[in-house]
């Protein structure tokens, strides 16, 4: 994945309400009238979420007639997770030299 992409999915997960939209599809397709129903968007609005969604690749979109249902792409988030579990932070800070002081990374052995 590339920098673009996930600066990309980062931003698309920036708002709120997109994140109650990703919320909503973790459970099923959604048609775009279902996923209006719970928020307090206007249609409008909502297009414009589903389509900073969609773009991102985290969300895919198919038509059917006049509807438009809405899925999580799982492998794009399985992806972006992964590429989440490769940061990793320090609990020891850089002394004066820039050489690392009790580096151990907060996300080996489970630690948080």
Same mark, same amino acid.
């Given at each position: 994945m590339t920098d673009s992409e996930i600066a990309?999915?980062?931003?698309? =997960?920036?708002?709120?309400?997109? +994140?109650?939209? +990703?919320?909503? $599809?973790?459970?099923r397709e959604l048609?775009?009238?279902e996923i209006l129903e719970k928020l307090a968007v206007t249609q409008p609005t909502l297009s414009h979420h589903?389509?900073? =969604?969609?773009? #991102?690749?985290?969300?895919s979109v198919r038509?059917?007639?006049k509807w438009s249902y809405y899925a999580i792409r799982c492998e794009q988030f399985q992806t972006f997770k992964a +590429? $989440?579990?490769e940061i990793c932070c320090?609990?020891?800070?850089?002394?004066?030299?820039? #050489?690392?002081?009790?580096?151990?990374c907060c996300c080996e052995d489970g630690g948080e």
């Open positions: 990309l999915i980062c931003k698309a =997960l920036s708002d709120e309400n997109r +994140v109650k939209i +990703v919320r909503m $599809l973790t459970r048609c775009a009238c589903m389509k900073i =969604l969609a773009d #991102s690749g985290l969300v038509k059917e007639g +590429v $989440l579990n320090t609990d020891g800070a850089e002394s004066a030299d820039g #050489s690392q002081r009790g580096y151990s």
